[in-house]
């Protein structure tokens, strides 16, 4: 393999997170990325990161849409859920538009 195509797996130690699935069981599913230092423990220097998801039913099948979540605790990010699925999907939408026209179908 030549250097340019190298493939860097070097874990980035101070970027660690404990990733945890809450959903639902209807349309929301909300993903939180807790900070953990090397040792696995919590870091507390750092705040959890959400991530929402959902799926959007097409005639071509599922389309997933998911967004970053603006919340520091759980609470909040089933709050924001809402209108940031709905932003998610407006721009999902466009975007599928987008290609469309360009291809003409």
């Given at each position: 393999?030549?250097?340019e195509n190298k493939i860097?797996?070097?874990?980035d130690k101070?970027?660690?997170?404990?990733e945890e699935g809450f959903t639902d069981l209807k349309v929301a599913s909300i993903r939180r990325l807790t900070p953990v230092t090397p040792e696995g423990e919590v870091d507390k220097d750092r705040f959890p990161v959400f991530i929402g998801v959902t799926q959007l039913m097409t005639s071509e099948g599922p389309v997933p849409i998911q967004a970053a979540l603006k919340a520091q605790t759980?609470?909040?990010?089933?709050?924001v859920f809402p209108a940031a699925m709905e932003k998610a999907m407006k721009e999902a939408i466009e975007d599928m538009k987008k290609r469309q026209a360009e291809t003409g179908a």
């Open positions: 393999m030549s250097e860097d797996f070097v874990v101070e970027n660690l997170y404990r759980m609470a909040q990010a089933i709050a």
